[in-house]
Nanobody
């Protein structure tokens, strides 16, 4: 079982910055891709940024140039640095991790989600 715990959310004024982190815990698995999603009030959850185990990143256009995703593989932790925040960035931010592990001669994978951390950007 993999557990993901996010931290770093809070209240910030427009134009400010916040940093989020998400640590995966457990044993017997390898973490592949990790990602950050967000869900604004009344909206569907949307992808914000993703990063592979080798560090290749993908950033959604809505946050490109303002948000940076990174990871520390030794700590199984993914980070999201958010700059120039606007009220439109308000929402619950979730991390997702793809865990894989061997079963007999195969590799099994499963996506795990954190419980979310709230980011509120005031105008």
């Amino acid at each position: 079982q993999v557990q993901l715990v996010e931290s770093g959310g809070g209240l910030v004024q427009a134009g400010g910055s916040l940093g989020l982190s998400c640590a995966a815990s457990g044993s017997g698995y390898t973490i592949n891709d990790m990602a950050w999603y967000r869900q604004a009030p009344g909206e569907q959850r949307e992808l914000v940024a993703s990063i592979t185990s080798t560090g290749t990143t993908s950033i959604e256009d809505s946050v490109k140039g303002r948000f940076t995703i990174s990871r520390d593989n030794d700590k199984n932790t993914v980070y999201l640095e958010m700059n120039s925040l606007t009220p439109a960035d308000t929402g619950l931010y979730y991390c997702k991790a793809r865990a894989v592990w061997p079963v007999a001669t195969s590799i099994v994978g499963m996506d795990y989600w954190g419980g979310g951390t709230l980011v509120i950007v005031s105008a």
